[in-house]
């Protein structure tokens, strides 16, 4: 019997833990956001959608799921965000022990702290490439160092960061961001030369942080602050493919999934965009 906690529905000869060289750590929270709720079922669609894709990719023509992709029991319920910060921390460095690529899907984009945490703790070589179409950069919210609205400002205590499709900040942020590792929507809108400016900005290893809220809202609604102006699928997809060939990408997250039961489509994308980059990072 099929898993249903089980990105890709695959069978269990690719989805054994012990055997998988891939691991997807669903968490279901929403603690911390501050307009549309529903980022901790996120997890969840993100995983039923995957059950549609095809798995051969054209682009990479390759099949990752055959590396092995084992999904880990959900981490939510009804704990504190630092309790989930801790869980999501002590689960990635387990697996990451084990030698095994580690992605996290949230929930909202506090899930993401843990993750960073871990990966900067096993990679001294490592920057944070960040997707998002806010900052980040509050050092608290709403009484919370562990806010979605402080996740950057927890990554660069432990790593440099690099920021990507950046339109919408509080001035407060202002003066925390650096110019020179900011890359923001209206810069990038009808360009293609921005890409190969991003690549010098980074180090060796890359982490790659991705909330959904980075494409534009015309494609994915379906966030907790849903922002015009952001970036297409193939803008995204041509970042994440010439940083999967130029650099070592060592584990990422997708998160902020808000879905809607009247439209599956962003459901879809988050589902896909994990497995293209898998495909990148793997079968290129």
Not at 101 to 111: D, K, L
């Amino acid at each position: 019997m099929i898993n249903t906690l089980n990105y890709g529905y695959l069978p269990e000869e690719y989805s054994d833990p012990e055997n998988a060289g891939i691991v997807i750590i669903p968490v279901a929270y929403d603690g911390t956001s501050t307009w549309v709720k529903g980022a901790d079922k996120g997890p969840e669609a993100i995983i039923e959608a995957s059950a549609n894709m095809e798995l051969y990719d054209i682009e990479t023509d390759s099949e990752v799921y055959k590396r092995g992709i084992f999904t880990e029991r959900l981490i939510g319920g009804e704990i504190s965000t630092s309790e989930m910060v801790e869980a999501v921390f002590d689960n990635v460095k387990y697996y990451l022990g084990k030698g095994k690529f580690t992605i996290v899907i949230g929930g909202e984009h506090s899930v993401s702290i843990g993750s960073v945490k871990a990966h900067a703790e096993k990679y001294d070589d490592l920057t944070i490439l960040q997707l998002d179409a806010h900052t980040d950069l509050r050092d608290e919210y709403n009484g919370s160092k562990y806010n979605h609205a402080c996740v950057m400002a927890r990554a660069k205590e432990v790593c440099p960061i690099v920021q990507v499709g950046v339109r919408s900040m509080d001035i407060g942020e202002k003066d925390f961001i650096d110019s020179s590792r900011i890359f923001f929507a209206k810069d990038i809108y009808g360009k293609t030369d921005w890409i190969e400016k991003v690549i010098p900005k980074l180090s060796d290893n890359i982490y790659i942080t991705i909330d959904l809220d980075v494409f534009d809202s015309s494609i994915m609604p379906s966030t907790g602050t849903p922002e015009p102006g952001g970036l297409l699928w193939y803008d995204v997809l041509a970042l994440l493919k010439t940083v999967s060939t130029k650099k070592n990408v060592v584990g990422f997250d997708v998160v902020e999934l808000c879905p809607d039961d009247r439209n599956k489509a962003p459901d879809f994308l988050a589902a896909k965009l994990i497995y293209k980059l898998l495909s990148y990072k793997f079968g290129g």
